[in-house]
T-cell receptor, first 112, second 115 residues
Framework: SAVISQKPSRDICQRGTSLTIQCQVD?????MFWYRQQPGQSLTLIAT?????????ESGFVIDKFPISRPNLTFSTLTVSNMSPEDSSIYLC?????????FGSGTRLTVV | GQQLNQSPQSMFIQEGEDVSMNCTSS?????WLWYKQDPGEGPVLLIA?????ELTSNGRLTAQFGITRKDSFLNISASIPSDVGIYFC???????????????FGQGTILTVHP
């Protein structure tokens, strides 16, 4: 299965600032997914990122708040913009592999 | 949208005991997946199920895809301390020519194993 490198692994940010999270995959993949996991909660899909097209956002998530780039088949970024304490979560990228999905180790974001 | 109800929310068991957890859905899925998440890590795939009625094992883990396609269970036999973690079910519904569709996750089962 694919190996995903995600960084940063954690960060503490001031409210009102933005953080860009990077996701690098060791193989070419068509679809990459970004999830949010709020403290003590399950995973919620933010958006699906296909190379060469705009990301598709799930209900409750908008591009202005979570802009996504997908410049090639092995890389994607998610930006959390104008952060507030409510954005404190783990953010994970994921790719489809062999009928299942592989996840990165996540970025633990704390907004103060 | 689709919702998954996963139970129990948490379990406290003794080492050596068997564990069972399940997920039910309000609608059908094409695929059921079971993941384990350790602290500070992303979820790791344990078992994938692709057909209604399918029963699949992975070591001490056994999972089944319900025949109605709306439920799945995961059993862990003879638990050991390293089984500690959060277990998530996830359902996938895809259509058309794509192989991958959106995953919907259950709320998770927190497993604690006492030595």
């Amino acid at each position: 299965s694919a190996v995903i490198s995600q960084k940063p692994s954690r960060d503490i940010c001031q409210r009102g600032t933005s953080l860009t999270i990077q996701c690098q995959v060791d193989s070419q993949v068509t679809m990459m997914f970004w999830y949010r996991q709020q403290p003590g909660q399950s995973l919620t899909l933010i958006a699906t990122a296909n190379q060469g097209s705009e990301a598709t956002y799930e209900s409750g998530f908008v591009i202005d708040k979570f802009p996504i780039s997908r410049p090639n088949l092995t890389f994607s970024t998610l930006t959390v913009s104008n952060m507030s304490p409510e954005d404190s979560s783990i953010y994970l990228c994921s790719v489809g592999t062999g009928g299942g999905y592989t996840f990165g180790s996540g970025t633990r974001l704390t907004v103060v | 949208g689709q919702q998954l109800n996963q139970s129990p929310q948490s379990m406290f068991i003794q080492e050596g005991e068997d564990v069972s957890m399940n997920c039910t859905s309000s609608s059908i899925f094409n695929t059921w997946l079971w993941y384990k998440q350790d602290p500070g890590e992303g979820p790791v795939l344990l078992i994938a199920l692709y057909k209604a009625g399918e029963l699949t094992s992975n070591g001490r883990l056994t999972a089944q895809f319900g025949i109605t396609r709306k439920d799945s269970f995961l059993n862990i036999s003879a638990s050991i301390p390293s089984d500690v973690g959060i277990y998530f079910c996830a359902g996938q519904l895809y259509a058309g020519g794509t192989s991958y569709g959106k995953l919907t996750f259950g709320q998770g089962t927190i497993l604690t194993v006492h030595p």
